[in-house]
């Protein structure tokens, strides 16, 4: 047992390294050690599922990071009141977060409030692991448009975790990712700021966490017109991702569609495109053609298409992404608005009746 507590140390180690193969192999490797010395419904059995649900959500492995979060639940409801100790009830919380969480990644956003809801209530009844419901419920508002409910519980989540922590660091970029969909580019700069530079400082400028906060801050920057700095920051973290990561992940075709905007903003209609395309197709691949980020990468490259005057195109892909918003989002959530109002605007042109 003692050599599965260090292969879940490492595992973890790893993690917070960024080192997802590496942080994989041993946490596999310390479950099996635990299955067969403690049995399959043990609390250090649930523990590293949990663990390799993140392992796997971080490597965009959807799928199998619900199966991992669910496992878990699954172990720590079984077992019930016969394991209720402070570090039991601080599983069944991170059970519980990470089911949310990656249901909301896999763009089931109503499945993931269920039990992002679920593991905020057990976050308040124990105390155990209250900032992270607290930001993964968060996340989720934002996603599903309630803005002003996903400022209130990060900035509840940041009164409560310490001021240059990795947790203050995500609730930072948090923070500025919602300045971001709000449209208040200036606003946003210093959290996204922060973010970046508590980041760098526990984990320096390779990590893919550090990565992500400065892909963010440029994002801002875009909203600003600062293209030349933010299309740097983009560039360079590609790379970098792509050496992490192989050719298809998430932030690759996240950062795809930001540097297409950017082309697109500097007059670079074919090299936007291209980008668009490539953005589209990754994320179909990664998330499905269902998920809302599929769909939100089809609206933006149909508004570039309309303003070429391709309205037959635009019409075409806005219908796709439509379809796919509607099924997902609020009425009123701003990323389906946007979308009926392209739609509308595609079908006037070619003399359309409005959908």
């Known amino acids: 047992m003692d050599e599965g507590i260090a292969l879940h140390e490492r595992a973890s180690a790893a993690c917070s390294a960024g080192q997802w193969g590496e942080a994989e192999q041993a946490a596999r490797l310390a479950l099996a050690i635990f299955e067969s010395g403690d049995g399959v419904d043990s609390p250090d059995v649930a523990n590293l599922s949990n663990l390799l649900s993140e392992i ?20 720590m409801e079984r077992l019930g009141n016969r394991c209720e100790s402070p570090e039991a009830e601080s599983i069944r919380g991170d059970a519980l977060i990470r089911l949310g969480t990656t249901l909301r990644a896999a763009g089931r956003y109503a499945e993931a409030e269920t039990w992002l809801i679920r593991a905020l209530d057990h976050a308040e009844r124990t105390g155990r692991e209250l900032p992270a419901a607290l930001n993964a419920l968060g996340v989720l508002c934002k996603y599903t448009g309630k803005f002003a409910a996903a400022e209130k519980l990060y900035r509840a989540a940041l009164a409560l975790v310490a001021a240059d922590s990795a947790e ?12 971001h969909v709000r449209g208040e580019f200036a606003a946003g700069l210093a959290d996204a700021r922060r973010a970046y530079e508590i980041r760098y400082r526990l984990r320096g400028t390779e990590h893919p966490e550090t990565l992500s906060d400065a892909c963010s801050y440029a994002t801002l920057l875009d909203g600003l017109g600062r293209f030349d700095e933010s299309e740097v920051i983009y560039q360079a973290a590609l790379i970098r991702f792509e050496e992490l990561f192989g050719s ?106 409005a959908a």
């Open 56 to 75: 796997a959500e971080a490597q965009g492995q959807y799928a199998a990071a619900e199966a991992h979060a669910r496992r878990a639940w699954e172990i």
């Open 168 to 179: 203050a660091a995500t609730l930072y970029h948090n923070l500025g990712g919602l300045a």
């Open 248 to 353: 298809e992940h998430l932030e690759i075709a996240v950062n795809l569609s930001n540097v297409a905007a950017v082309r697109w903003a500097r007059g670079d209609a074919a090299g936007a495109e291209e980008l668009y395309r490539r953005a589209a197709v990754m994320k179909g691949k990664l998330l499905g053609v269902s998920h809302p980020e599929t769909a939100l990468t089809l609206h933006n490259y149909a508004s570039m298409l309309v303003e070429l005057g391709r309205v037959g195109e635009a019409r075409d892909l806005e219908l796709k992404a439509l379809t796919v918003l509607e099924a997902a989002l609020d009425p009123f959530h701003p990323w389906r608005v946007a979308a009926r109002a392209l739609l509308k605007r595609s079908e006037e042109a070619l003399g359309l009746a």
